[in-house]
């Protein structure tokens, strides 16, 4: 592998810098490691950086994930039955930040705790990660991750939900580093139809809460749910979209194509709502 | 014992309500057992289970609610199970003088209902109109749809779609009384999956919807509600022992899967020192074939439904799939109480194979003329044996959990009885 400074905090910091420079939202873009299969993960993520993704975020697998929807289930079944390790997984951290692409983590906690948190935020580091999103490891339980990630210089991400009352997003914001994951609906990931009304609610929420940037995940599809997002988050957050695309017949290409048709969604929101809510 | 609520039973055992009122070996304010329990799960649940853990703060100290909880406990569960000393059971094994707890003569054939009437009715206190539950056996299914046709709420349950075959008698039963049963068919689809499954209903759904968490394992208050509601377990047996021998077991042996019968018998004898707490693993195939459910004695502590506990997985935290004959039984994980009590070692946990547990389920049969569930059929093969080692003047008391009308299948197949030499093959397990 070719010579790379480590992922650190900083990586985000910059990125939201700039993309709030340009006044637009960041594209995010999710796959889990090993899904297909090993190398076609790695392809798919580098289709996602050409298509204008400005950040991967890396999924590893786990045999139990209770916040994911039937296509991202089924994705991590298939990259575990394909004997997907924590090793392939940072190998594939390593191959997007090679290619010049942001990464970062995505991963339920069990795994984390036993690679050993250190152990596993100074290897994702070393990988050219830039931070970790712990969908199922709220801030009370975390002071040892929060220690862990802070030693490898990498982010600490937490989501916050629209049933997070004020305290808690207070709460979850402050350990937060990065950037804050706001799960736009109650439910599980998976696309849906129209984004939920609680989305800006919570977004306008964490506003007052912090001067973090704010992601919005869980059911983006299209170029104009990206803009609708768009228009008052900091980043769109697209999963199961991609995912169902990467096990299809298009692959590679028609992730590419998914990822530029929802990059000039992120590019043409109308902004202006989010100047009056910040 | 009397609670201060209502009038003492004429008989002077215990009431449901003791188990809730009378606090003991609490977990922290963060919901852990030593350094087991906590809460490793989504944010978006935290408020939904601070809502559950302040009504459970009102509901334990409510004389109304509490006045209900015994009122129904008594008059449509049929509280107090009784005391059953098993001669023949005692004679054949020829050691220890076997007592059994019988939850099996509950409504709804299980120790479930202690646990599901009271969280039904902190559902109620709570306004919602819907709950929801995992199942394995099926056991905590059926008392969940059980206590929803009684107080009128809407019921959908979550079972793997391998255990609504092994358990279809269970399924018609839930049917019957007008839950929505749905198969689960992702990962090994058993309990760990049909739970997965109800988180993901809950998190959607958590405005409306109360999730009934069967057994004493999840993330706080699940563990310290269940174990409070199935305290009562312990607490008459506790009595019903001394009135009867007129002093404590030297063993007290249950079975243990998420572990909420076994932590409800343990408990009133936790500061028993000189009473031996045994929970029965199941052992499935055998603990050196790799194929098992026994948790603790097999497994390692990670984070799995909410709570830091001991689990089955690999070298990289993902959950391995249990195994057991017994669906009940069927599950990768274990309550945090009782990691905590095998951590300090004031309880000890043996595994029972399949093979064991079919022996004590036809030995229990024969000698005794009740017919366990495969889950506490593990328990009597536990207690057979503490009972051996501990010699003819000691005492053993068997926490029998459930009854096996459900098993019939899983016992027809397993000693061909539906062959015409297949009686002889239970027969043998006696011998």
């Given amino acids: 592998m070719s010579e790379r400074a480590p992922g650190s905090t900083s990586v985000l910091d910059d990125l939201f810098a700039v993309t709030r420079g340009e006044g637009r939202a960041a594209l995010v873009g999710y796959l889990p490691a090993g899904y297909p299969d090993i190398p076609g993960s790695q392809a798919v993520m580098r289709a996602m950086l050409d298509g204008g993704c400005d950040l991967i975020e890396v999924g590893l697998p786990f045999s139990d994930p209770v916040l994911d929807g039937q296509v991202i289930q089924a994705a991590q079944q298939r990259a575990l039955a394909a004997g997907t390790r924590i090793a392939d997984v940072l190998r594939t951290v390593e191959s997007v930040t090679s290619a010049g692409g942001r990464a970062v983590v995505m991963t339920y906690f069990n795994p ?27 801030v009370d339980e975390a002071q040892f991750w929060l220690d862990a990630t802070e030693g490898a210089g990498i982010a600490p991400i937490f989501l916050v939900a629209p049933s997070s009352p004020m305290d808690r997003i207070v709460l979850t914001a402050g ?14 990931t998976g696309t849906r139809d129209q984004v939920a009304s609680s989305a800006p609610e ?7 809460a912090t001067d973090l940037p704010v992601a919005v995940g869980l059911g983006v599809r299209t170029a104009d749910q990206a803009a609708e997002i768009a228009g008052y988050a900091d980043a769109v957050i697209v999963g199961s979209a991609f995912v169902a695309l990467a096990g299809g017949p298009g692959g590679a290409a028609a992730v590419a194509g998914l990822a530029a048709e929802l990059a000039t969604g992120v590019r043409s929101a109308d902004r202006t709502h989010q100047e009056t809510s910040a | ?32 057992f030593g350094s087991m329990g906590g809460r490793w799960l989504p944010e978006a649940l935290v408020a939904a289970l601070d809502e559950i853990a302040d009504a459970y703060d009102k509901a334990r100290f409510d004389p109304e609610f509490l006045t209900e909880l015994d009122r129904l406990a008594e008059t449509y569960a049929g509280r107090p199970s009784p005391l059953s000393e098993a001669a023949r059971l005692t004679e054949h094994v020829g050691g220890a003088r076997i007592l059994l707890k019988r939850e099996d003569l509950n409504h709804t054939g299980s120790h479930k209902i202690n646990n599901v009437l009271g969280q039904a009715l902190l559902t109620r206190k709570m306004g919602k109109r819907r709950v929801i539950a995992e199942t394995g056996a099926g056991q905590h299914g ?3 749809a059980t206590a929803a046709a009684l107080l009128g709420l809407d019921c959908t349950i979550y079972m793997g779609s391998v255990d609504t075959r092994r358990q279809a008698l269970n399924v018609a039963r839930m049917k019957l009384l007008g839950a929505t049963v749905v198969a689960v068919d992702s990962g090994s689809a058993t309990l760990k999956d049909a739970i997965n499954e109800a988180f993901r209903d809950w998190v959607t759904n958590v405005a409306s919807t109360s999730y009934i968490f069967g057994t004493a394992a999840g993330p706080h208050p699940f563990p310290m509600i269940v174990r409070d509601l199935q305290r009562i377990i312990g607490l008459e047996a506790r009595q019903q022992v001394l009135e009867l021998t007129g002093r404590l077991p030297d063993a007290v042996v249950a079975c243990v899967g998420g572990g909420s019968n076994a932590i409800g018998t343990f408990h009133a004898f936790l500061d028993d020192p000189g009473v031996r707490l045994v929970g029965a693993e199941a052992g499935g195939d055998g603990m050196e074939t790799g194929r098992h459910a026994s948790t603790i004695s097999g497994g390692s502590v990670g984070v799995l439904h909410g709570a830091r506990s001991y689990l089955l997985q690999d070298d990289e935290g993902q959950i391995t799939e249990s195994h057991s004959i017994s669906a009940g039984l069927d599950y990768p994980g274990v309550g945090p109480e009782h990691s905590h009590l095998a951590e300090i070692g004031r309880a000890e946990y043996v595994s029972v194979t399949d093979a064991e547990a079919m022996d004590a389920f036809a030995l229990l049969t024969r000698t005794e003329g009740i017919i366990p569930a495969i889950e506490s059929a593990h328990a009597v093969a536990a207690a057979v044996k503490a009972a051996a080692e501990i010699g003819p003047a000691g005492i053993v008391l068997i926490n029998i959990s459930g009854r096996g009308d459900k098993d019939m299948e899983t016992a027809m197949e397993w000693f061909g009885l539906d062959r015409p030499d297949g009686v002889s093959a239970a027969a043998t397990a006696t011998k």
């Avoid at chain 2, 009038?7 to 852990?32: E, F, I, Q």
């Fill in chain 2, 142 to 144: 059926v008392a969940t």
């Fill in chain 1, 202 to 208: 919570l977004v306008s929420r964490c506003r007052q």
């Fill in chain 1, 175 to 188: 350990a937060s580093r990065g950037f804050l994951y706001a799960a736009s609906t109650m439910g599980v």
């Fill in chain 1, 112 to 138: 984390v705790l036993a690679y050993g948190p250190e152990r596993f935020a100074r290897d994702l580091a070393a990988a050219g990660g830039s931070g970790v999103i712990t969908p199922d490891l709220i």
């Fill in chain 2, 1 to 32: 014992m009397t609670a201060p609520h209502g009038r003492p039973r004429p008989d002077g055992l215990p009431r449901p309500s003791d188990g809730l009122t009378g606090t003991s070996h609490d977990p922290d304010a963060r919901g852990y």
